[in-house]
Antibody, heavy 124, light 107 residues
Framework: EVQLVESGGDLVKPGGSLRLSCAASGFIFSNALMNWVRQAPGKGLEWVGRIKPRSEGETTDYAAPVTGRFTISRDDSNNTLFLQLNNLKPEDTGLYYC???????????????WGQGTLVAVSS | SYELTQPPSVPVSPGHTARITCSGDALPKKYVFWYQQKSGQAPVLVIYDDNKRPSGIPERFSGSSSGTMATLTISGAQVDDEADYYCYSADTSGKRVFGTGTKVTVL
């Protein structure tokens, strides 16, 4: 069974930093493209960024609002995805989801997977 | 910045067909995904690569894409399909973006 468990969300002041983690299990994490997606309270989904697997150079892409402030990394030995959030702003408040790319499991089960999210609140 | 535009709401009667559109300039060259999000829950993938159904998704969900518009069709809508729906694709540089979201009401 695929599981994604996010942690690290907290209440922080503007300009502060946080490090979010996503513990993955049930699939070959090292082969998977991984995304972070966020959702502000009562608002729509917003893609934050992604990291490709080591086989594709572990390259990263970010949405414009977070470029230069957020950094995605991965620890394949511990099946964990990270999101470092620096210089946080009130508009960064929201539920942060860890999301896999589309996976093919057991040769036939095709879908992607989302965690339940971790809440980040930025306020003075 | 690149935007994917969806209608804010689509009402549908039970058993009838709902069509949700997603408009974007890069869609002729980029695949579209569709997500269903029920209140208080994480999103669920219902269509990927324009028209493919993930495992476990009912056949009443189908997708198509032509030119700058993609469409999610729910045939024979059920009360359980009431949710927010988001399209998801990429801009010409490869950065991902979600659509503005559509609330489907089944009544």
């Amino acid at each position: 069974e695929v599981q994604l468990v996010e942690s690290g969300g907290d209440l922080v002041k503007p300009g502060g930093s946080l490090r979010l983690s996503c513990a993955a299990s049930g699939f070959i994490f090292s082969n998977a493209l991984m995304n972070w997606v966020r959702q502000a309270p009562g608002k729509g989904l917003e893609w934050v960024g992604r990291i490709k697997p080591r086989s594709e150079g572990e390259t990263t892409d970010y949405a414009a609002p977070v470029t230069g402030r957020f950094t995605i990394s991965r620890d394949d030995s511990n099946n964990t995805l990270f999101l470092q959030l620096n210089n946080l702003k009130p508009e960064d408040t929201g539920l942060y989801y860890c999301v896999t790319g589309v996976l093919i499991l057991d040769g036939a089960w095709i879908t992607d997977y989302w965690g339940q999210g971790t809440l980040v609140a930025v306020s003075s | 910045s690149y935007e994917l535009t969806q209608p804010p709401s689509v009402p549908v009667s039970p058993g009838h067909t709902a069509r949700i559109t997603c408009s974007g300039d890069a869609l002729p060259k980029k695949y579209v995904f569709w997500y269903q999000q029920k209140s208080g829950q994480a999103p669920v993938l219902v269509i990927y690569d324009d028209n493919k159904r993930p495992s476990g998704i009912p056949e009443r969900f189908s997708g198509s894409s032509s030119g700058t518009m993609a469409t999610l069709t729910i045939s024979g809508a059920q009360v359980d399909d009431e949710a927010d729906y988001y399209c998801y694709s990429a801009d010409t540089s490869g950065k991902r973006v979600f659509g503005t979201g559509t609330k489907v009401t089944v009544l």
